[in-house]
Every structure is written in C-alpha cells, then in structure tokens.
C-alpha cells in the first residue's frame, strides 16, 4: 500500500538463539557474559588510565572505549536477558531505538579508525607539522564529525527502514534488530529499490573509510621503508600496530558477516557468526590496544604499581 506511513506490526519476535539445545544456552550465556563484562572492565580501565595520565592520543582512545562500551550495552544486555528467557518479543519502539544507536556507536566506531589512520599518517609522514595538523582543537573536531557521522548514519537507516510496512512475519532470524533481517520482513512495490539505497547507506561510509585508511598506510609504508635502519621500521611502525590490529578485526569480522557466500547455512553457524562482531570484537579491543600500545600498555601497569605500593606501604 504506497504512500502509508505505518506497520501492521507492533512488536517482533528476535529469533536468535531459539533453535539452541536448551541445556547448551546456560553455558552459552555464562560465556557471553563474561565476555560482557571484561569488555565493559577492559574499556573503563583505559578511560581512568588515560584521563588520570597524559597519553599522546588520549581523545581518541577516550572516544574508542566510549563507543565500545555503548555499542555493546545497546546489544548484549538484551541478547543475554533472551537467552535466559522464552519469550523473547521486542516492541517496534525498542528494535528502531536499538538499530539506531547500534548504528550510530558502531559506525562512529569506525570513523573514529579512519582518524587514528588519519593520524598516524601525519605522525610518520609529517612529523614536523603534527603539532599543528593534530593539534587539540583539531582532534576534538574530528572527534565530534565521527560521532555526527555516526548518528546521521544510524538516523538515516533507521527512518529509511521503519518507514516500511511490515506485512509479513515478525519473526526477525537475528539476535538484534538487524536491519537486513528486518527489510525481509517488509512488503510493498518499492522494497527492492528501498534494500538498494539503505545497502548503500551502510556500505559507502565503510568502503570509505577503509579506503582513507588503506591509502593512510601506503603512504606509511612508503615512508617507513626510506627509514635506512632495520631498527628504525620497526621503531615508526610499533606506534600503529595496535591500530592496523583493530583495523584487521574490525572489518574482517565484518566481512565475514556480510560477504559470506550465499547458501545454506545452519541456524546455529548463522548465530554464532553474528556474535563475532557483536559481541567478540569489542571483546578484542581492549585487549589489543592495552597489549599493542607499548604507550598504553606502560600507562596501565605504572598505575597499577603505584596504587598497589600505595596500598602495601
């Protein structure tokens, strides 16, 4: 029915983890838990650490955890609370809030590399200039545009995908409100031109921001490699690892979720796969940037020998 702004649907049923054996979902849960909270654990200790000691990059690495921390409590409290119940209903309300700040935090997440590329460009290629290309004022403002960039993507999706009508089953084969999985449930002439123009709302700001990174690092590489010294390379490059790390987790879980070979796919392989990006790569994060940031990384432990020989003196 064109032209009407409403859906006959007024709640959704997120199938997630249903086809689950059912003695398997209280070690599944126990699991996914504990993962939870290390994330939340992991990411709020590098906020004290960086706001209580001055780091090189400390907004960034405020912002990251920030979004880290966000994007899992959108998800991961509700995915566990089904996994513990049977009734595992989501009101229409709650799925369009739950995709938008999902959106929101897991694309400023992903302007907020691109930036960190951005920035390791200008410390190895143009150190002279870093004070002044990099300076406070310019990161807060390249802070604020990821997370505008995020919220006007995640708005965007979001409008464009519950202005549908959804006329069909309100089973969502997800285990949040995933915008794919929803715009199979929606029905009415201009739904195939409407999948195009949100696939490309979400693939274009990725694509790109993988390209400025890419293009971040040849220019990197390009320079590393003038360096005369084997010590040197290894020295100018140490202070990006951590960062190209995130990179490789971050687009590669997503990568395998959205350009996995279509076919049959069991129930059980489709769920665990979407837990990888929602649920183990902010898992990944604070371990890889507290283990790969020697910065970071020395930060944490002087902190913690401080107020341990506090605590024993």
């Known amino acids: 029915m064109p032209g009407q702004n ?22 599944v849960f126990l699991l996914y838990l504990l ?3 290390f994330t939340l654990v992991g990411n709020l200790l590098i906020l004290a650490t960086v706001t209580e000691r001055r780091l090189h990059k400390p907004m960034y690495l405020c912002a990251l955890s920030i979004a880290e921390i966000l994007f899992t409590i959108v998800i991961t409290p509700r995915m566990l609370g089904d996994l513990l119940s049977t009734h595992h209903s989501i009101t229409f309300v709650a799925c369009a809030t739950q995709m938008f700040f999902s959106f929101m935090f897991g694309y400023a997440h992903s302007f907020l590399l691109m930036v960190m590329g951005y920035d390791c460009y200008v410390a190895i290629c143009h150190p002279l200039h870093y004070n002044v290309l990099m300076s406070p004022t310019a990161c807060s403002h390249l802070v604020a545009w990821s997370w505008a960039g995020g919220s006007v993507t995640g708005m965007i999706v979001t409008l464009i995908v519950f202005h549908l009508t959804f006329c069909e089953s309100n089973v969502i084969h997800h285990i949040l409100c995933h915008v794919f999985s929803l715009l199979k449930l929606a029905c009415g002439d201009k739904t195939g031109s409407v999948t195009m123009g949100v696939i490309l709302v979400c693939v274009i700001p990725l694509i790109g921001c993988l390209s400025l990174i890419i293009l971040s690092y040849v220019f990197i590489v390009a320079t590393i490699l003038r360096i005369p010294s084997p010590e040197g390379w290894h020295k100018t490059f140490s202070t990006c690892v951590s960062h190209l790390t995130m990179v490789v987790v971050h687009y590669g879980f997503a990568s395998m979720i959205y350009l ?13 796969m979407s837990t990888t990006y929602t649920v183990f790569t902010p898992f990944l994060s604070p371990i890889i940037f507290s ?12 902190s913690f020998y401080r107020k341990f020989c506090l605590q024993n003196s």
């Open 260 to 272: 996995k070979p279509k076919g049959p796919h069991s129930v059980y392989s489709d769920t665990l």
């Open 291 to 302: 283990l790969r940031n020697k910065e970071l990384k020395n930060a944490i432990n002087k």
């Open 6 to 27: 409403y859906s006959t649907t007024s709640k959704f049923i997120l199938f997630g983890f249903s086809a689950f054996p059912q003695q398997l979902l209280p070690a």
């Open 35 to 37: 993962m939870y909270l």
